[in-house]
């Protein structure tokens, strides 16, 4: 059983920064990506940053050069420092796990809010 559990979400004023963290525990095979997707009401889910267990990032470009993921393998925890911080980045944000041994896997966070005011 894999269980994620994220903190750091809360309200910030726009230009304001806050850090999101995930940790996961259980059976977690050692090759694996993690990341956060974000979801604002009304809208589809989408993802925001993710790294692997190599240390390759991919961003969406609408935070590229604000916001910076990063993992401890060791700790199997990932963190998303997010700077310059927009109303339009307001939404749930979900930490998720993947991986391939045998089958896929994907695993996802209950879920940490983050609200901008402008």
């Known amino acids: 059983q894999v269980h994620l559990v994220e903190s750091g979400g809360g309200l910030v004023q726009a230009g304001g920064s806050l850090t999101l963290s995930c940790a996961a525990s259980?059976?977690?095979?050692?090759?694996?990506?993690m990341g956060w997707y974000r979801q604002a009401p009304g809208k589809q889910r989408d993802l925001v940053a993710i790294i692997s267990s190599g240390g390759s990032t991919t961003y969406a470009d609408s935070v590229k050069g604000r916001f910076t993921i990063s993992r401890d393998n060791g700790e199997n925890t990932v963190d998303l420092q997010m700077n310059s911080l927009k109303p339009e980045d307001t939404a749930v944000y979900y930490c998720?796990?993947?991986?391939?041994?045998?089958?896929?896997?994907?695993?996802w966070g209950q879920g940490t809010q983050v609200t901008v005011s402008s």
């Open positions: 998720k796990l993947e991986y391939y041994t045998g089958g896929y896997y994907v695993h």
């Open positions: 259980g059976t977690i095979f050692a090759r694996n990506t």
